[in-house]
């Protein structure tokens, strides 16, 4: 399977690459370190055009890249949703939070070393829950599937304050990145039917 990894020098595509060895991997991202060297077989920069790294037979996108802004993440689905268009298959996962369809619980963020969550990234990965289910249905004809994972909060070195403020909003504790790889396996397996759905995780802290 040939899997291309936008953002896979981060905390998910990092885990995400490593969880999907021995697949080939493509790791598109600004930025890399000797880690990267695991669980890829190619490192692209992302300051060379995407289009110019369509590998024939591409299987899988999955996005889990930082955009600077909206129009660079259209212009990276577009070149891949033509590549797909033209090889009549393939599978792409997106990534929101569940931002994008809860409003945050601000006094968490108080006092503590985590930035209160901005209303630009809320609408930011509102758009992209939304831009999933467009995506799927105009998509269907070309046999692409079109899904979309909603973490929740993730571990990743927060202080025990913040750590503790979560768990009491929500009931639970944060997630980590090894509970995301599940259902990236769920949605890579060739009898898999969901489509154009947003699935959230995040042990039911939302709820």
């Given amino acids: 399977m040939k899997i291309l990894v936008t953002g896979g020098s981060g905390l998910i595509g990092t885990a995400i690459r490593h969880h999907l060895v021995p697949n080939t991997i493509i790791n598109y991202d600004l930025y890399f370190d000797y880690d990267d060297y695991i669980g890829c077989s190619a490192r692209v920069d992302a300051r060379i055009p995407l289009h110019k790294y369509m590998y024939p037979d591409l299987d899988v996108f999955i996005d889990c890249a930082r955009y600077g802004k909206p ?15 033209q090889q009549g298959k393939g599978k792409m996962i997106l990534f929101s939070s569940i931002y994008g369809h809860k409003v945050p619980d601000f006094s968490i963020y108080q006092d503590t070393e985590i930035e209160e969550t901005p ?48 768990k009491e909003s929500g009931g639970v504790s944060m997630i980590t990145t090894k509970n995301i790889l599940p259902v990236i396996d769920m949605l890579l397996h060739k009898d898999n039917a969901i489509n154009g759905q947003v699935i959230t995780i995040d042990k039911g802290w939302s709820l």
């Fill in 119 to 166: 209303i630009e990234y809320a609408i930011w990965k509102a758009g992209t829950e939304h831009a999933t289910r467009f995506l799927a249905q105009k998509l269907k004809p070309y046999y692409i599937q079109v899904n979309c994972i909603a973490p929740g909060g993730v571990h990743d070195k927060q202080s025990l304050a913040f750590q503790q403020l979560y």
């Fill in 71 to 85: 129009s660079e993440q259209f212009i990276t689905w577009n070149t891949v949703i033509n590549h797909f268009k």
